[in-house]
Every structure is written in C-alpha cells, then in structure tokens.
C-alpha cells in the first residue's frame, strides 16, 4: 500500500515542487491551498495529486484531511505550522516544517527568536519530525527575491544592500523540494536541518551572475549600511529594517543536526537562474 502524504501550502513555488516530488516517489499525495490557484491545481491535478481548499487555522476540514497520513509537510510559515498541529488531538506519523536559517544568523532579532520559540513548540507536539533551516530559496518567479534581481537586471539598476561582500548561499527551489520529502520518510533521523546551496559566494557576485543569466545590462549601485537604515522604512517592503540590519552579514547555512548526505542540494547556481529566466520569460510571454 502507498504512503499517503499531506502537502499545506501547495499553491506557493516550494509546496507545489513538495507535491509533484512525492508523487514521483510513488506517494498517495493531497495539496492543501488556502485559495484554488489555477495553474498549480492544473499542473498538480495532471500528476493524480488530490486538492483541498483548506484554512488549517481554522476550518473543520482540517482534522479530516490530517487524519491517517504518514507524513505532513508544511511549507507555510512556522508560526502557521504550529497553529495547525495544535488543533491536532495526535500528530501525524512524520512531520516536516519549514523555518529560516536567519534563526541561526540574527538570534537577537525579535521575528527570528519568535521562530525559534515555534521551532521547540513543534519539537514538543510532534514526536516524530524534522525542521528545515533554508539559506536564500530561489528558483521560481513566486520565490520573489532573486525574481526581483532578474528584473532589476534588465531594468534601470540593480540596487545592492550593503557593501557586497557578504557570503550568500543560495538553494534551489526543487531541491529543497528533494530535501523535504526525504526527511519525510520515517526512518530519518529528528532534528533541525540547515539547507543551503553547493555554491558559496558574495552578495555582489551573486548579482553578477543574476545579472548574467538575464542577460541585462543594469549597473549593480550599492547602497551603505548606513543609508539602507535610512531608507529600509521608506522602502515600501522592498528592504525591512531587519534586513538592513544584516545587509552586511553572511547568510550561509549553519549546520544544526547532519542532513542525510544523499539529500544535499546539488543544482548549480547557474542551472537555477536558468530555470528561472525560463519561467519568468514564459510568464511574460502568456501575460501571466
């Protein structure tokens, strides 16, 4: 008999890749959304994937569509995952969560100690489970971040925070995708697991290459510490103050527990930005 697995937070570019990963590897697999995203539901529906619309904070349907599974991936936020496992009267066979390798970098940070306090929290309510701690996640025009970059590239510049030379670790979308549904099998070891790309290097050569696989021209214009806290308020959104805090801050995964050496993320920066280009000029080309 297949295992049955729970996907929550199927609409988003990671969730989606969690589903489709588990149904490759054979698994019975229902995706939660909280909205009935079109494209994700078409592409995940073609694979067999059963769909739910589902609030897990708060609707009934909740209990039902948990009950019985072997495994449970959350690719919601922390703070959502907890929430949803509380409303539990048991936990499931296997439980994965996704935190934020900011936990390890910026402890004094109010949101990052708030997700560490969620961390233990899961910790206690699932006895079986694993913790994911992703550097940068990139890959999909929905992973917003090195999205922006790409655009940026071809636009009028690329405004860089800090000096540039802090130590990025960027991770392949998909495979964190492979990372999560191995710790999903239940003969994996508990614990807290960082999960960071095959590649280290500066923020600014990061910019380079996006730069690169865009193929754009826009000159990269960095923007000191100093200015950035200035600015971070004035942003709308684009920089929050946390982040200009730590412009200046290596963001490269700390280990915690050992990640199985079969799981570790293997695609190439340059692999995945070209992925990305590929979706983002499809995207634009279908008006999307």
Request: charged letters at 20%; a positive charge; hydrophobic letters at 50%.
């Amino acid at each position: 008999m297949s295992r049955s697995a729970l996907v929550v937070g199927a609409g988003g570019a990671l969730g989606e890749a969690v589903a489709r990963e588990l149904a490759r590897n054979g698994w019975r697999v229902t995706a939660s959304m909280r909205q009935a995203y079109a494209g994700p539901s078409a592409r995940l529906a073609a694979l067999g994937v059963e769909l739910a619309r589902c609030d897990v904070c708060v609707d009934p349907h909740w209990l039902t569509l948990a009950a019985g599974r072997d495994a449970i991936i959350f690719t919601s936020r922390i703070e959502i995952s907890l929430a949803a496992l509380e409303r539990l009267a048991q936990a499931p066979s296997r439980v994965v969560v996704f935190s934020s390798n900011n936990v390890a970098i910026d402890q004094r940070a109010a949101t990052y100690r708030a997700i560490e306090s969620a961390e233990v929290a899961v910790q206690a309510r699932a006895a079986s489970h694993a913790i994911l701690r992703p550097t940068l996640i990139y890959g999909d025009p929905r992973l917003v971040t090195v999205a922006r970059l790409m655009r940026w590239a071809r636009g009028v510049c690329m405004p860089l925070p800090g000096h540039g030379r802090a130590r990025m670790q960027p991770v392949f979308y998909e495979d964190l995708a492979r990372v999560a549904v191995g710790l999903a099998e239940a003969s994996t070891p508990n614990g807290v697991f960082a999960a960071g790309g095959p590649e280290v290097l500066s923020m600014r050569a990061l910019y380079e290459a996006v730069r690169g696989a865009a193929n754009g021209a826009a000159p990269i214009v960095a923007i000191p510490a100093v200015a950035l806290k200035i600015f971070a308020p004035l942003s709308g959104g684009l920089f929050s103050p946390e982040q200009a805090a730590r412009a200046d801050q290596d963001r490269v995964a700390i280990a915690q527990d050992a990640l199985p050496i079969a799981l570790a993320p293997r695609t190439s920066l340059a692999e995945g930005l070209a992925h990305l280009r590929r979706l983002m000029d499809a995207e634009a080309q279908s008006g999307g």
